[in-house]
């Protein structure tokens, strides 16, 4: 198994930058894709950024020019780069990743999730 956990997460004025983190408890023999979604009160869970394995990034019309998303694989880290923040924005942030590591009986593949971490944009 492998724990995600998220940190970066706050309360920050309009117009404010906030950097996420989102460390692994191990590493991965590969990655298929590593990506922040998040979930604003009364709605549905929604992507926010990805990064393939191969570097390939795709990013939400509503956060596009404002968020950056890079990867540590060295330190199984992922993060998400946030300018500009809009009071829209605020939602529980969750990190997850798709990737193969290897278990007591293998290879394995498996999607894993973090906890989430608040962000509150203050108009």
């Known amino acids: 198994q492998v724990q995600l956990v998220e940190s970066g997460g706050g309360l920050v004025q309009a117009g404010g930058s906030l950097r996420l983190s989102c460390a692994a408890s191990?590493?991965?023999?590969?990655?298929?894709?590593m990506g922040w979604y998040r979930r604003a009160p009364g709605n549905q869970r929604e992507l926010v950024a990805s990064?393939?394995?191969?570097?390939?990034?795709n990013f939400a019309d509503s956060v596009k020019d404002r968020f950056a998303i890079s990867r540590d694989i060295a330190k199984s880290t992922l993060y998400l780069q946030m300018n500009r923040l809009k009071p829209e924005d605020t939602a529980v942030y969750f990190c997850?990743?798709?990737?193969?590591?290897?278990?007591?009986?293998?290879?394995?593949?498996?999607?894993?999730w973090g906890r989430g971490t608040q962000v509150t944009v203050s108009s």
């Open positions: 990064i393939t394995g191969g570097g390939i990034e």
């Open positions: 191990r590493s991965f023999f590969s990655i298929v894709v």
């Open positions: 997850g990743i798709d990737g193969t590591y290897y278990s007591d009986t293998g290879l394995r593949r498996d999607t894993f």
